[in-house]
């Protein structure tokens, strides 16, 4: 249980991560990004530039983990809640619609023979917090069945203010 609690932990926290890292969307091949269309009432909103604490809770981890992110400015027309694509990894569908209150993430991607499935909402004021409420399925040959279910996690994340000078964006430590 241990070794599929890390794995959620690095979904959720690469969740909110590696797309902020990225600033762009990969909208070629087979791990197309869905475009959705916006509402012209709904502005999406960004997490904002700075140091934010992230704490992690999953079911089955013992503990919940904090740690700090230097969140970069997200480029125009791409959210921080898009990762890009990872090596040999395919992906039937990576959604992330604006909401009145944040985003709804619809994602399913292959690797190795493993299917993660990820639906989630994001909400908040993106200045000083926000939350992502998930549900991830995994499917494979060497997976329990117990993990198709699915596993709830939330990130809780609050600004602490500018990026040390000795931490770059997208850097993570913990606590």
């Not at 990762?83 to 993430?105: E, F, H, L, N, R």
Request: glycine content about 10%.
């Amino acid at each position: 249980m241990l070794y599929h609690s890390r794995i959620l932990v690095g979904t959720t926290v690469g969740l909110m991560l590696l797309g902020g890292c990225s600033g762009k969307n990969d909208k070629t091949g087979s791990n197309a990004t869905t475009a959705a269309v916006t509402p012209a009432k709904i502005t999406p909103r960004t997490p904002k530039p700075g140091l934010w604490a992230m704490t992690v809770t999953a079911a089955g981890m013992p503990n919940p983990m904090t740690m700090r992110t230097c969140m970069a400015a997200t480029a125009p027309g791409s959210t921080s809640f898009t990762p890009p694509p990872q090596p040999g990894q395919t992906c039937a569908k990576s959604s992330v619609v604006p909401t009145a209150t944040g985003y709804t993430i619809d994602t399913e991607c292959s690797a190795n023979g493993m299917t993660m499935a990820i639906q989630g909402t994001v909400s908040g004021d993106f200045s000083t917090s926000f939350r992502t409420d998930l549900v991830t399925r995994m499917t494979g040959a060497n997976m329990p069945a117990a993990a198709a279910t699915g596993t709830k996690s939330s990130v809780d994340a609050k600004y602490l203010g500018a990026c040390p000078a000795d931490m770059k964006p997208g850097e993570s430590r913990q606590g």
